[in-house]
């Protein structure tokens, strides 16, 4: 609409200089007054339109941000539940790993002495190879912790990082997926 007025203006311009070069006969001042009217009218349907754009974008805009704040709302009610998920998860943790730990067979509790001669009561024992927990605890513990961190700070093709660093190590010849050469390769030797 707006090259249409614009066009329409142009070409007005251009019909009321033409008009007023080549004569000044009244019928042509007449029409050359007629033509500058519609000229001005295609000028105010320019303005109107040029006012519509901008409500428009402010428009698009409005929704946008409407948009962004809903999507928003959501996100603040997934944090906080993710907030909750792992405020519980640190609750039980401790009890978790207590009774994990009790539960191994480096721990033994006799509750009524029988088997202690000259002790009454309760025995606690811990077993001699307890050592062998911390040996293997910690350095797994170690492990998941600091592969975490790098996953994190490097997610972006992580998995096929580690992928191709295994094929590496154990020296798979497996052809990668998305690798046109090897794709040929299979292809000239008859397999697919």
């Not at 492990?143 to 190590?169: P, Q, T, W």
Request: hydrophobic share 45%; proline share 3%.
């Amino acid at each position: 609409m707006i090259e249409a007025a614009e066009a329409s203006i142009a070409t007005l311009n251009a019909m009321v200089e033409r008009i007023r070069r080549n004569g000044a006969g009244t019928l042509t001042l007449a029409a050359a007054d007629a033509i500058e009217y519609r000229k001005r009218s295609f000028h105010s349907t320019l303005l109107r339109s040029h006012s519509l754009e901008k409500r428009m974008s402010n428009v698009i805009s409005l929704s946008f941000n409407l948009i962004t704040q809903a999507d928003s709302t959501i996100l603040k009610f997934d944090s906080k539940a993710m907030r909750l998920s792992a405020s519980m998860t640190f609750a039980f943790l401790p009890l978790t790993g207590v009774a994990t730990l009790f539960s191994t067979p480096f721990f033994d509790i006799n509750w009524d002495g029988s088997d202690s001669p000259g002790r009454e009561g309760r025995v606690f024992r811990v077993s001699t190879t307890f050592w062998i927990f911390w040996c293997v605890a910690f350095p797994l513990t170690l492990f998941v912790v600091v592969s975490g961190a790098f996953a994190i700070n490097h997610s972006k093709d992580f998995g096929e990082r580690i992928a191709s660093y295994f094929a590496k190590l154990f020296g798979s010849a497996r052809p990668r997926r998305n690798d046109p050469a090897s794709e040929k390769t299979s292809l000239v030797n008859g397999s697919v």
